[in-house]
């Protein structure tokens, strides 16, 4: 595991909160020298603690409902077929626009957050284009009604 320092975390946070802050304006907060905030960041980037700059999508682009859903699978009849079936499902699941999550769980259980504009909208999705899935034996969903804390996921997953 990474060993972080204050003087990294509070940088990460900065650049967690907006990512477009110049150098010299982390500097500025951070009380410390330009070239050192610099250097800090070149060596976050190295070691691979910050991947990738990007954005998230604003409140107006967002989708309104969203919803886990855990999708059980039936078991084929051959064994080896289960894992294939379920890596066909989850790429399925992730080319649709409204899926904003998709992961394998357990043997034979699939997580998918979803979204849509209205509450109709998601339920329309959710029954034709999740619950038409062959061979699912149990989908549960789970609409989420309110966050406590990471509401900005559904930004930064949302598709435009």
Same mark, same amino acid.
């Given at each position: ?59 107006? !682009?967002?989708?309104?409902? *969203?919803?886990?859903? $855990? ?6 009849? %051959?064994?080896? @077929? =289960? ?52 061979? !699912?034996?149990?989908?549960? *969903?789970?609409?989420? $009604? ?6 900005? %996921?559904?930004? @930064? =997953?949302?598709?435009?």
């Amino acid at each position: 595991m990474l060993q972080l320092d204050d003087l990294d975390r509070a940088i990460l946070k900065l650049l967690k909160e907006d990512a477009r802050l110049t150098i010299s304006e982390i500097s500025e907060k951070l009380n410390k020298p330009e070239s050192t905030i610099h250097f800090r960041i070149r060596k976050l980037q190295e070691r691979g603690v910050i991947e990738r700059y990007t954005i998230i999508i604003g409140e107006d !682009l967002r989708p309104k409902h *969203v919803a886990f859903l $855990i999708l059980r699978v039936e078991k084929p009849i %051959i064994e080896d @077929f =289960l894992e294939r079936y379920l890596e066909y499902i989850t790429k399925t699941l992730s080319m649709l626009p409204n899926v904003l999550m998709v992961a394998k769980s357990e043997e034979d259980k699939i997580i998918a957050l979803v979204g849509e504009e209205t509450q109709e909208k998601l339920d329309k999705f959710i029954e034709d284009n999740i619950r038409s899935i062959p061979t !699912l034996k149990e989908v549960l *969903v789970f609409p989420i $009604i309110t966050f406590k804390k990471g509401e900005e %996921i559904i930004g @930064f =997953l949302a598709g435009i």
